[in-house]
């Protein structure tokens, strides 16, 4: 795995290509302060091509959101120019404040101060849905 | 502390312990009539319903209980006022139970998230009804004396029919269960019951689009409303909801012994004509509700005889 031009910071590797940005965007990466680089359709083995994202920091990442938008993503924690850890995601049972209901018969719609909340009801099609009304949102892909 | 938000918020044996409670409850009223003495219920009617509104109050001052409570004649009012949160809040120091109803998707479970006090779900929009499955349950006991080993046939909107689906739910746990599904096409039972429910727990099901064919072999049928605002369109309304009506001349082939239940209330598709007929359940259908109203309220206060 390349991780060159890390020294100490976290490499979000196996991102399927062309998703880097939407990673980007949910983990709210354009708050950071640190060098993040984004490298798009590197050649992979395993999966032809992906993407990858490089930060130059170690933050606490989202692991439920990378869990959600593709358990295939792994995450490396890099200190000292060493992988010291390496986490493989798996999609999180539910998912708290990460996506918005869509029915708008729901509760979540006029409540103010309610946390949106989808737990996960197949983990084979990763799909998920509302704890109050029950509307699907589908994870993954 | 337990609420009954969802049917599948009680296991089978709990069902099986209500429906045994308010058997008991129907045999000796008074014993009874001053159970719940010094309890109150708190009916939260967001939306109107008066027929579930009073099946609850009935419910709790037969067990010599008291109601407060308020009904929103306007349900878009609900999107101004105040939060389902805050006045759960306040009306939990008034009541020892709370039965809410709200337009709604959810707000139940939410009121459950916010009470100190049990919540029963008194119906949430289009989503959940659970205390018309119970008393759909209680019929059909009454009326059969088991709950398996029953063909039966559910005819209508089984598309956005809420009390179809959790019906489906609670009687697929019986052995010798058989489903027969009459809808029109266009409001087929949606896929994730079929699949989720039905399939899961291998049972037979065969859906159909003829009411007739269907009545010989039912032990009972379940007719439901076709309600005109689940359709887009005028002409798609009309040219269905003609479609499923049950009338004396479609009686003449089933079994003696057929149970008609329907929900309430009913637009047309059960001739008043089929009232009378003794195979006609829908309106003891509305006294059981009260009965294992009654039950549920006794079970969640944790009151015993
Ligand atoms: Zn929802």
Not at chain 1, 32 to 55: E, F
Not at chain 1, 129 to 141: M, P
Not at chain 2, 116 to 136: C, E, F
């Amino acid at each position: 795995m390349n991780i060159d031009g890390v020294t100490n910071g976290i490499v979000i590797d196996h991102i399927a290509a062309g998703r880097s940005m939407e990673i980007y965007h949910y983990l709210k990466l354009e708050k950071l302060d640190s060098c993040v680089a984004i490298i798009k359709n590197v050649r992979s083995t395993k999966y032809g091509k992906k993407d990858i994202i490089k930060i130059d920091e170690i933050i606490d990442v989202d692991l439920d959101v990378l869990g959600y938008l593709d358990p295939h993503i792994t995450v490396n924690i890099v200190r000292d120019g060493k992988v010291m850890k390496k986490m493989n995601l798996e999609p999180p049972r539910e998912l708290k404040n990460i996506l918005k209901c869509k029915n708008p018969r729901c509760i979540t719609t006029t409540e103010q101060e309610i946390d949106q909340i989808f737990r996960l009801v197949n983990e084979e099609t990763c799909s998920y849905r509302c704890v109050y009304c029950e509307a699907l949102a589908k994870g993954g892909d | 502390m337990r609420h009954f938000i969802d049917i599948a918020d009680l296991t089978k044996e709990e069902i099986e312990g209500l429906i045994t409670l308010a058997e008991d409850i129907m045999r000796h009223p008074d014993g009874y009539a001053q159970i719940c003495r010094g309890k109150k219920l708190a009916t939260l009617f967001f939306e109107p319903s008066t027929r579930t509104r009073l099946s609850f109050e009935a419910a709790m001052l037969d067990l010599g209980g008291a109601v407060l409570g308020f009904s929103q004649a306007d349900s878009s009012s609900v999107a101004k006022g105040e939060s389902v949160s805050d006045t759960i809040r306040t009306v939990c120091y008034y009541a020892d139970i709370i039965a809410i109803r709200h337009p709604k998707e959810g707000a139940p479970l939410l009121a459950s998230q916010r009470s100190s006090v049990p919540v029963i779900n008194a119906g949430d929009g289009g989503h959940n009804h659970p205390t018309q499955t119970l008393a759909d349950l209680l019929t059909i006991h009454r009326e059969k004396g088991r709950l398996g080993n029953l063909t039966i046939g559910l005819c209508g909107d089984l598309k956005f029919g809420r009390t179809v689906h959790s019906l489906i739910t609670a009687m697929s746990c019986y052995e010798g269960v058989k489903f027969i599904l009459i809808s029109p096409e266009e409001l087929r039972l949606p896929g994730y019951v079929r699949h989720g429910v039905l399939a899961g727990k291998n049972v037979e099901w065969v859906e159909t689009r003829d009411l007739e064919c269907a009545l010989p072999e039912l032990d009972i049928l379940y007719m439901t409303r076709v309600q005109k605002e689940r359709f887009f369109n005028e002409a798609d309304y009309i040219r269905l909801k003609d479609s499923f009506i049950l009338d004396q001349d479609k009686l003449k082939n089933t079994k003696p012994d057929l149970s008609i239940l329907h929900p309430l209330p009913r637009v047309n598709e059960i001739s008043v004509k089929v009232d009378d007929d003794p195979r006609a359940c829908y309106f003891k259908q509305v006294e059981y509700g009260k009965f294992i109203r009654m039950a549920l309220i006794m079970m969640l206060l944790e009151v015993q005889k």
